[in-house]
Nanobody, 122 residues
Framework: QVQLVESGGGLVQAGGSLRLSCAAS????????MAWFRQAPGKEREFVAA????????YYADSVKGRFTIARDNARGTVYLQMNSLKPEDTAVYSC???????????????WGQGTQVTVSS
């Protein structure tokens, strides 16, 4: 059974930083792509960032480009999201997901974690 478990969320002031982690266990796809999505209250789920198995390809939403960095450590089965220069509009539940290819569509990801809350105060 595949499990994705996020950690690292919390409360931070605007301009601050957080690093989220997503630990994967169980067998997923061969060489899975991994992504982060977020969902704020009353809003639809939104793509944040994605990374290929080799880390050669990364893909970011325009709203986080230049502030967030996605990375992975395949030996540890962990994906990271370094979030800098946080803004109140970044407040959301952040979830990681595993899929067969790197895209920005949630429909392309099969396995999902439960999410971790990130709250940015102004």
């Amino acid at each position: 059974q595949v499990q994705l478990v996020e950690s690292g969320g919390g409360l931070v002031q605007a301009g601050g930083s957080l690093r989220l982690s997503c630990a994967a266990s169980g067998r997923t796809f061969e060489r899975p792509a991994m992504a982060w999505f977020r969902q704020a209250p009353g809003k639809e789920r939104e793509f944040v960032a994605a990374i290929s198995w080799s880390s050669f390809s990364t893909y970011y939403a325009d709203s986080v480009k230049g502030r967030f960095t996605i990375a992975r450590d395949n030996a540890r089965g962990t994906v990271y999201l370094q979030m800098n220069s946080l803004k109140p509009e970044d407040t959301a539940v952040y979830s990681c997901a595993a899929g067969t290819r790197i895209t920005g569509s949630s429909y392309d990801y099969t396995y999902w974690g439960q999410g971790t809350q990130v709250t940015v105060s102004s």
